[in-house]
Each structure stands twice: as structure tokens, then as C-alpha cells.
């Protein structure tokens, strides 16, 4: 099983909010039963060595959803960014995100996926 992620696009204007994906992969030969439930599942932002945001900070509650996925296949999870930072606990923070590079990484239990770069304009 392999995790990666995903972004819409490459680049997102002033007004456009990024979707991100997660992307849960088996590339083994025998099905595959994994918890993609939001339990496990992390969206991590960050801006050169600043964490940005996670999806686990303003998280109220989270659910396990164990699914078979066969050889071959995946499943997939998406969030919506709405280009506002976050820190753990949920203390609103009022400075938002600066145009420029931001690097996604996503987490489905103890597995990472490689960084992905995007740009906000």
C-alpha cells in the first residue's frame, strides 16, 4: 500500500481554493483492508520550514471507515483549503497565507507520502 498526494493544480489564483487529495494505492497482488477513515488520515501545509496547516488541528470529531481495496486500486480523499492557517487546538490565527510556495503532504496512519509543490498567486 502506498500513500501519495495530490493537488488540482499547480498554481491557484488569488480567488481559487486548492483541493487536495489523498490517494491510497495498492500496488501489492492480494486485496487490501486499510482504515482510510478520518482517524487516520492527515493533510499537512507548510511554507519552507513553517507549518502552515493541518487538517487534524480544528478537527471536532474523527471516524474509522475500513475499506477493501483490490489490487491495482485506490481510494481517494479530497479537502477543499480555504487558504486559511491553522495551529493544534483551533486558536484562530489572523494572519492568512502569503502568496508563493507551499508544499502538501498527506498521512493515512503511520505512512507519509512524498511532498508536493503548489503555488498560490
Known sequence: MTVAAETDEKAYGPDEDPVLSLVVRNEGTEPCTVNVGTSQMEFVLTRADERV?????????????QRTIAPGGE???????????SVPGCTPVDQDPAAGGYTLTTRLGARSSDPVEFTLQ
Open 53 to 65: 496547516f493541518s487538517s487534524i488541528d480544528c478537527q471536532q470529531s474523527s471516524q474509522d471507515l
Open 75 to 85: 481510494e481517494r480523499a479530497t479537502f477543499e483549503w480555504s487558504r486559511k492557517r
